[in-house]
């Protein structure tokens, strides 16, 4: 896709995720997108199908630094693999936590009972995607020899549910606020330490 079609695509994204902040899942329709980001209809439907196929790209482009992220640090044969996750921790919680993340999961609950195809699109392109990565990058850890553990998988869950635990649903839930940087390098900061306690060598 050429940079004029990579702009319209990020004007028509941006759009949308204001409007899903402002006024919800529900109350946003593809016309409205298409107006607020200075483009036509027609469009919306030729690139994303319908609202929910443009909702599922939103889910993907907002979890796609992370893993990017954590793609380069695996490929970079001397990256330190614990270092990696002290630098991925704050940018997943923020991703997590923050407005965009917190508006896409009340859109899904919302299309639960309507098309229930924005939940699994939120599954895929984060957990699914992202667990994996932290899962490989904990075994590199291991095979350095600075953990000791037998399943990679298992010891990624631990990981996320030290530095997520129940934020994010205490975000969507409007229980607690956006979390302060320094609240977020913390709990960053505290999940890898975790981490490296229960599991050193």
């Not at 330190?80 to 609950?109: C, F, K, Q, S």
Request: cysteine-free; hydrophobic content about 45%.
């Amino acid at each position: 896709m050429g940079d004029y079609a990579d702009r319209r695509r990020t004007a028509i994204e941006d759009a949308a995720f204001a409007l899903l902040i402002e006024k919800g899942y529900k109350a946003t329709s593809m016309l409205e997108v298409a107006r607020r980001a200075g483009a036509s209809n027609e469009t919306l439907y030729k690139w994303y199908g319908n609202k929910q196929g443009l909702f599922a790209a939103l889910v993907k482009a907002n979890a796609r630094d992370v893993a990017e992220l954590l793609r380069t640090r695996l490929d970079g044969a001397d990256a330190d693999p614990l270092e990696t996750l002290a630098t991925v921790g704050p940018l997943l919680l923020d991703l997590v936590t923050g407005e965009r993340a917190i508006a896409l999961n009340r859109a899904a609950v919302g299309d639960v009972h309507d098309t229930a195809t924005l939940g699994p699109a939120l599954a895929e392109s984060g957990r699914e995607a992202v667990v994996p990565l932290i899962a490989e990058l904990l075994g590199r850890a291991r095979d350095m020899g600075l953990l000791a553990f037998d399943d990679a998988g298992e010891v990624a869950e631990t990981y996320v549910a030290l530095l997520i635990g129940d934020l994010q649903i205490r975000r969507a839930t409007g229980a607690i606020g956006p979390l302060p940087d320094d609240a977020i390098r913390t709990r960053a900061m505290r999940a890898v330490g975790g981490i490296t306690r229960l599991f050193r060598t």
